[in-house]
């Protein structure tokens, strides 16, 4: 997003340099019931969007993750 409002001002980019992987995942339907076991990783952010109820197919939120090793 910063990249694109530079563009759009003129302004100069900033570098884009890759520094990490990033994982973004949905949490659909019960998949949302596992953020204990999601948030036992570290690197794991969790966005959820607060709806009540979970049913099969319906999107809950989702998690990304930054792995700063470009390795592996």
Same mark, same amino acid.
């Given at each position: 997003?910063?990249?694109?409002?530079?563009?759009?001002?003129?302004?100069? $980019?900033?570098?884009?340099?890759?520094?990490?992987?990033?994982?973004? !995942?949905?949490?659909?339907?019960?998949?949302?019931? /596992?953020? %204990?076991?999601?948030?036992?990783?570290?690197?794991?952010? $969790?966005?959820?969007?607060?709806?009540?109820?979970?049913?099969?197919? !319906?999107?809950?939120?989702?998690?990304?993750?930054? /792995?700063? %090793?470009?390795?592996?």
């Amino acid at each position: 997003f910063e990249q694109h409002m530079r563009a759009v001002c003129g302004w100069p $980019l900033g570098s884009t340099r890759r520094l990490g992987a990033i994982e973004m !995942r949905n949490l659909i339907g019960a998949d949302v019931d /596992r953020w %204990d076991e999601i948030l036992r990783d570290e690197s794991a952010k $969790l966005h959820l969007y607060g709806k009540h109820v979970s049913r099969p197919g !319906r999107k809950m939120g989702h998690v990304t993750r930054l /792995r700063l %090793d470009l390795t592996g």
